[in-house]
T-cell receptor
Framework: GQQLNQSPQSMFIQEGEDVSMNCTSS?????WLWYKQDPGEGPVLLIA?????ELTSNGRLTAQFGITRKDSFLNISASIPSDVGIYFC??????????????FGQGTILTVHP | KAGVTQTPRYLIKTRGQQVTLSCSPI?????VSWYQQTPGQGLQFLFE???????NKGNFPGRFSGRQFSNSRSEMNVSTLELGDSALYLC????????????FGEGSWLTVV
């Protein structure tokens, strides 16, 4: 099925470093969501974005909804070991047959070395 | 408030059997979506229900079906299980309107042997 283009696929960083990941699509989305998933668990919502150009923060996390509505990025500042996990972007189109249907990126595997 | 609850968490089935998974959404949420997650295909949308009606369906064979009850709880069923159906099945809950926030349960791990 269709997926968003998420990059990078994996990152190995030192504790304290900043992290940036992004998602792009050839289609327009009305909502962008960022999730973190730990092994064996379901995705946990980190940040939700609803308007083009919107910049939203949640603690050390910052995400933006691209102006073209075809992309989004997530930044994590001053990474800590518990940031380890898989990060997914997801987009939802508006109305019609798009309700509840999220299109996901392939995920970014983040490893943080103490 | 309580999150999205999925049962069972783990199960093992034999090829050819059928399985039913259950999902209780967040209180007040009327939309329930189901996703399949595998290492090879990632997260794939199965279907979405709102007020007991299927509004949206992904590209899965007819062996995958679902339903929603009047209390918004949902079940999905997979008949004639195949080895390739082994996956993490995730339920998501939302208010069901455009621009809403979607929350996931912890998932049901299905292994088909």
């Amino acid at each position: 099925g269709q997926q968003l283009n998420q990059s990078p696929q994996s990152m190995f960083i030192q504790e304290g470093e900043d992290v940036s990941m992004n998602c792009t699509s050839s289609s327009i989305f009305n909502t962008w969501l960022w999730y973190k998933q730990d092994p064996g668990e379901g995705p946990v919502l980190l940040i939700a974005l609803y308007k083009a150009g919107e910049l939203t923060s949640n603690g050390r996390l910052t995400a933006q909804f691209g102006i073209t509505r075809k992309d989004s990025f997530l930044n994590i500042s001053a990474s800590i070991p518990s940031d380890v996990g898989i990060y997914f972007c997801a987009g939802e189109r508006a109305g019609g047959t798009s309700y509840g249907k999220l299109t996901f990126g392939q995920g970014t595997i983040l490893t943080v070395h103490p | 408030k309580a999150g999205v609850t999925q049962t069972p968490r783990y199960l093992i089935k034999t090829r050819g059997q059928q399985v039913t998974l259950s999902c209780s959404p967040i209180s007040g949420h009327r939309s329930v979506s189901w996703y399949q997650q595998t290492p090879g295909q990632g997260l794939q949308f199965l279907f979405e229900y709102f007020s007991e009606t299927q509004r949206n369906k992904g590209n899965f064979p007819g062996r995958f079906s679902g339903r929603q009850f009047s209390n918004s709880r949902s079940e999905m069923n997979v008949s004639t299980l195949e080895l390739g159906d082994s996956a993490l099945y995730l339920c998501a809950s939302s208010s069901g309107v455009s621009g809403n926030t979607i929350y996931f349960g912890e998932g049901s791990w299905l292994t088909v042997v």
